[in-house]
């Protein structure tokens, strides 16, 4: 893609975590999988598709899915919160474990001091901070926001709180997008780990730059 992405001085840069900032889907994909695997392969097969088809929403969303639509115990509360414990036990060694996507740190650096650096994430909000305070990156961000709040929510309030004129979403699903064009943002699609298979075609027909990983968006930003 083009380096005009780069080289713009935007005021306000927002990425989602897990695809863009974090190698960790299949992390993700496979703790959905374990989380399933009591009422058979087939169910823990289907649950995965749809969270990979659900890209950027929360486990609430997903989970509550699993139970009442896919498992078909629809209400049934206890059990939701016992996948959701299990889920995050599962997943949280290997969200520390997963490395950052190849370029990030780099290009995180290069944004303008004076520019606001928002993570808008569908993870677990304590768990996000969590795992960018171990990966060292935590204090680059203005804020850091996940669920159980959903990305619209969390956008409504950031537009609220700081404005996000002048601003650009780094995203690797459908829903990325989606939330970007509500709230008139730029948008990029991080192609590289991305679980949305037609990510690269869609955005691309779309007009929006498509990347592998952020060492395409290196050196500097700034440069005339």
Known sequence: MSRD??????????????????????VKSDAFHRIAM???????????????????????VKVRHLVETILDDVGNEPLIDQLLDEFGIVVKDGLFNAPLV??????????????????VSGG???EVRDVLKHKGVLEIFTAVCGSPRNKVEILTSL??????????????????????ARFGL?????????????????????????????????????DE
């Open 5 to 26: 992405v780069a080289l713009r001085q935007y005021e306000r840069w927002l990425f989602d975590c897990d695809g863009v900032l974090l190698d960790s889907n299949e």
């Open 102 to 119: 190849p370029g990030v740190l780099e290009f995180l650096e290069q944004i303008p001091r004076d520019s606001l650096r928002f993570v």
């Open 124 to 126: 677990l909000e304590g």
């Open 159 to 180: 537009d609220e709180q700081y404005g996000l004129g002048s601003g650009i979403f780094f995203g690797d699903a459908a829903y990325d997008g989606e939330v970007a």
């Open 38 to 60: 009591p009422w058979g392969k087939e169910k823990a097969d289907e649950f995965v598709r749809y969270h990979k088809a659900a890209g950027g929403v929360s486990r609430f």
């Open 186 to 222: 730029d948008f990029v699609f991080v192609a590289g780990v991305s679980e949305y298979p037609s990510g690269r075609s869609f955005f691309g027909a779309r007009g929006c730059p498509v990347i592998e990983d952020f060492t395409e968006l290196l050196p500097g930003l700034g």
